[in-house]
């Protein structure tokens, strides 16, 4: 593997890591700063309600000598699953952008975003076979980019951490990527990066699952006792989880992971996974497939993040169930600024029907100035959600939004950046 050197970080910034959650519409994308410099790039995809705006500043980011460095290149990038709102979007996001008419943000005016960044090894799960290792991340050409060393990819590996098999998969771009060789795991972890601070903090970036079946007998249960079983579909529950890890502050990003892959992390890494600072809410906030009781219990995080989409209403993600289960953990952590978080209300939980709230809204006059169709027959919503309030349905489903001081964030209200230190 090509050596590779990060930026000239300042000495706070050498102390720890940076995430930056990125608003991708109805996706996944987080930019991993490590501390030495080097970066490392968790998903790429969306496939509804991406903006313009979020995605160039990503972009920019990346290209930021300040922040990401000279290297014009990545040290890795991590593909959870291929659901394509997760990887659909990475040869435009590593390669550039070239807009039909200039694009203006923050006082410049933009033609192209440019230079191509590289992506110097992809980690992946679920992969095709073995002359295509990729081929299940098809949508919009993803795999092309890197099979056509588009990006100077020099290495394609799939991570295999389950109950069964601990076992390294890997593609070299001197075979053309079309000679598969495996090696164990140890430990159950691949480390993908890991260093040492001035001041003597030892960091790392390892996989701990990948490539978890289904499992319909985890022996989880919700709040009332009844067990919690999740649709067939196996692309979520292999859905590699990551882990960061500095001095004794932790983070995890576990993409869509499942009730299934809860259950192996709880078994296999009850310790590497309990207390974190930092914990990704699985599948965008479904409490059909994921945040289990009992996980979110163990993980117990300082803070929580969320990546949906705006007005998410193709699944109504995220759900109050799995938010409050969070939630109710957050409570008892240090609260952080004021900010607007939505989730979506069965009509038990939201107590109405959508009939009444839409007499409700035609009766008031403000709301009536304000209401407008969404989507099909059933959907209504507020131009203006404000605070407190439902401010949306579809269907039986309502869509609530509050103000909360408790550290759960979601990309829907925009980028955001956290630290691990």
Not at 14 to 28: C, S, T
Not at 255 to 275: N, W
Not at 284 to 294: K, M, R
Not at 365 to 372: G, H, Q, T, V
Request: aromatic letters at 10%; a negative charge.
């Amino acid at each position: 593997m090509a050596d590779m050197k990060g930026t000239d970080v300042d000495d706070d910034a050498a102390e720890r890591f940076e995430l930056v959650f990125i608003y991708m519409g109805q996706g996944d994308c987080t930019l991993i700063r490590c501390p030495d410099g080097q970066v490392v790039v968790v998903d790429c995809g969306s496939k509804a309600y991406l903006e313009d705006e979020p995605f160039v500043r990503a972009q920019l980011l990346l290209r930021s000598k300040t922040w990401a460095g000279t290297e014009k290149k990545v040290h890795s990038l991590i593909l959870t699953h291929p659901d394509r709102d997760h990887y659909n979007k990475l040869g435009e996001f590593f390669w550039g952008t070239k807009f039909k008419e200039p694009f203006d943000i923050d006082g410049k005016s933009y033609s192209t975003i440019e230079p191509p960044i590289g992506v110097e090894r992809v980690y992946l799960s679920q992969s095709y076979r073995d002359d295509s290792p990729m081929g299940n991340y098809s949508e919009n050409s993803a795999n092309h980019w890197i099979y056509a060393n588009k990006l100077d990819t020099a290495a394609i590996y799939e991570v295999t951490i389950n109950d069964t098999k601990d076992e390294l998969k890997q593609w070299r771009r001197e075979d053309g990527f079309k000679k598969a060789g495996t090696t164990p795991i140890a430990g159950s972890k691949q480390v993908v990066l890991s260093g040492r601070t001035k001041n003597g903090k030892n960091w790392e970036i390892a996989i701990i699952a990948g490539n978890v079946p289904i499992n319909q007998k985890t022996g989880l249960k919700d709040e009332n006792g009844n067990a919690l079983t999740e649709p067939k579909d196996a692309a979520n529950a292999a859905s590699l989880v990551t882990r960061l890890s500095i001095d004794r502050s932790v983070a995890l990003l576990v993409g869509d992971a499942t009730f299934s892959t809860e259950r192996f992390l709880m078994d296999k890494h009850p310790d590497a996974i309990k207390e974190v600072a930092i914990a990704q809410v699985g599948h965008h906030g479904s409490s059909d497939t994921s945040s289990s009781p009992a996980y979110v219990k163990l993980v117990d995080p300082a803070r929580a993040a969320v990546s949906v989409g705006y007005n998410e209403s193709s699944h109504r993600l995220p759900r109050y169930k799995a938010l409050e289960r969070w939630l109710e953990l957050l409570d008892e952590r240090d609260k952080g600024a004021e900010h607007h978080i939505d989730y979506w209300q069965t009509e038990e939980e939201a107590g109405t029907n959508w009939e009444e709230q839409l007499e409700v809204w035609k009766k008031d006059p403000e709301d009536s100035k304000i209401l407008e169709k969404w989507g099909d027959k059933f959907s209504y919503r507020l131009s203006d959600p404000g605070d407190g309030r439902i401010y949306a349905f579809s269907g039986n489903m309502f869509l609530f939004r509050e103000s909360t001081r408790l550290q759960l964030e979601q990309t829907s209200m925009g980028t955001f950046r956290w630290t691990l230190a």
